[in-house]
């Protein structure tokens, strides 16, 4: 089991930067896929960003050389900083733990934070 908590969320001018956080408890950080999530108003949730245990990463195109996903395994946390922020932009943001183990799939979510881009 794993313990998912987002932070760093809020309201910013279009143009601005945030930095979100995700701490993680539970379970031994280091093995899951970590990945941050969003769900827009009216729309579907969908991937932004992931960084693998290895710390391979791969980016939603829209998001492309505007956002970077980082991990520190020491302090059991993934960063999401998110730069040139655009009002589509504007979501709740999804902390994602997940691992597959033969044919089982683990997957915890966080209980999301807030990110509103407008002037």
Sequence with gaps: QVRLVESG???????????LSC??????????????YRQGPGKQRELVARITSGGSTNYADSVKGRFTISRDNAKNTVY???????SED??????????????????????????????
């Design 9 to 19: 969320g809020g309201l910013v001018q279009p143009g601005g930067s945030l930095r």
């Design 23 to 36: 701490a993680a408890s539970g379970s031994i950080f280091s093995i899951y896929a970590m990945g941050w």
């Design 80 to 86: 999401l900083e998110m730069n040139s922020l655009k």
């Design 90 to 119: 504007t979501a709740i943001y999804y902390c994602n733990a997940h691992r597959e183990v033969r044919t089982t799939i683990y997957d915890y979510w966080g209980q999301g934070t807030q990110v509103t881009v407008s002037s």
